[in-house]
């Protein structure tokens, strides 16, 4: 069944790590997005723009914690 | 924010965290806590707008829990007691 660290079943995608084992130098990545277990609840989602807290990157204006 | 409203945002809200997970199954199909997840908010979701239908009629064009023609007893947008 599914493996439950990285919620990935056995099959097609299995080796969806975040960077390529032989990544390319002088290439820009940008990591391939990870499931993660605690996701935003609904309501905070829909303000934020995204449910998945990973990619809720608020523009902060140099301070060190959302307003 | 009467109920009707506040059940409207639940809703968005609801079907907005459905997208975001189909999104993510898109790249990531093989992800089964994805796929639980979104069929959990697909359940909540028809619950809610069955919820709603009953309550306050349909919630768009394709509500199969009301009649179709309910739309012609609710105010129009410009007649004052419709907000």
């Known amino acids: 069944m599914a493996d439950e660290k990285t919620g990935q079943s056995c099959g097609l995608y299995n080796d969806l790590t975040p960077l390529p084992e032989d990544p390319v130098p002088a290439m820009a990545y940008v990591p391939y997005q990870q499931w993660q277990k605690d996701l935003h609840t609904a309501e905070r989602a829909l303000d934020a723009g995204t449910l998945f807290p990973v990619l809720d990157k608020p523009f902060l204006g140099g301070r060190r914690e959302p307003r | ?83």
């Open chain 2, 1 to 83: 924010m009467n109920e009707e409203q506040a059940l409207r945002r639940r809703i968005g809200a609801v079907k907005f965290a459905c997208w975001e997970l189909h999104l993510f199954l898109d790249t990531h199909p093989n992800n089964c806590d994805a796929a639980r997840k979104l069929e959990e908010y697909k359940r909540e979701l028809s619950a809610l707008t069955k919820e709603f239908e009953d309550k306050f009629g349909p919630i768009g064009e394709t509500s199969a829990n009301t009649s179709r023609w309910a739309w012609i007893s609710d105010p129009w947008p410009w007649e004052k007691e419709a907000n």
